[in-house]
């Protein structure tokens, strides 16, 4: 049960998962980008390298803003969203930085799976958490994506992935 009565439904999650417009357009382009040659993406340089990185600035900024003003609220959380927002993605990209000499030996491909693994995908949940579950508190997953794991990843975690991957 989540939220008193309210039930969530595995399958409608499953489904929203695969069918919203942004997961689609995520798809949809790493599709394209698969079976496009060099020459061909020459053509849409401007929409994906320069109008992009605007967009994502302002999308980054808004979020890093929303993040912000969330804060206090995020502090009366207690202990435990902070504690979780560092030790679990830690956790998970250790394991998987452990755990992925068992499908390459090619260490850039392990660290970048050990990161992405301990990420909180920075822009593409905070997003998916206010269409997907709309009762869900900004001022709870926003900081603990934004304030709190994204610097420890940087700081400790990639590090500390990396020395695993290299290493084991």
Same mark, same amino acid.
């Given at each position: ?12 999650? $499953? ?39 605007? +967009?994502?600035?302002? +999308? ?6 929303? $993040? ?52 909180? $995908? ?47």
């Amino acid at each position: 049960m989540f939220y008193g009565s309210t039930s969530i439904k595995k399958r409608n999650v $499953s489904k929203h998962s695969f069918t919203n417009g942004s997961v689609l357009l995520i798809l949809e382009s790493l599709l394209i980008g698969y079976v496009a040659n060099a020459k061909q993406a020459e053509g849409i340089k401007p929409f994906t390298n320069d109008l992009f990185k605007g +967009f994502l600035a302002i +999308f980054l900024l808004d979020m890093g803003i929303t $993040s912000g003003r969330k804060l206090k609220a995020f502090f009366s959380f207690g202990s435990f969203p902070i504690l979780f927002a560092i030790f679990i993605p830690l956790f998970n990209g250790s394991l998987v930085a452990f755990m992925s000499q068992l499908v390459t030996s090619d260490i850039t491909k392990r660290f970048m799976f050990a990161i992405s693994a301990a990420s909180a $995908s920075y822009i593409a949940v905070p997003a998916a958490m206010k269409i997907s579950v709309p009762k869900a508190n900004p001022g709870l997953f926003l900081p603990m994506a934004l304030a709190v794991t994204f610097p420890i990843n940087i700081t400790i975690g990639m590090p500390i992935y990396f020395m695993i991957a290299q290493n084991f």
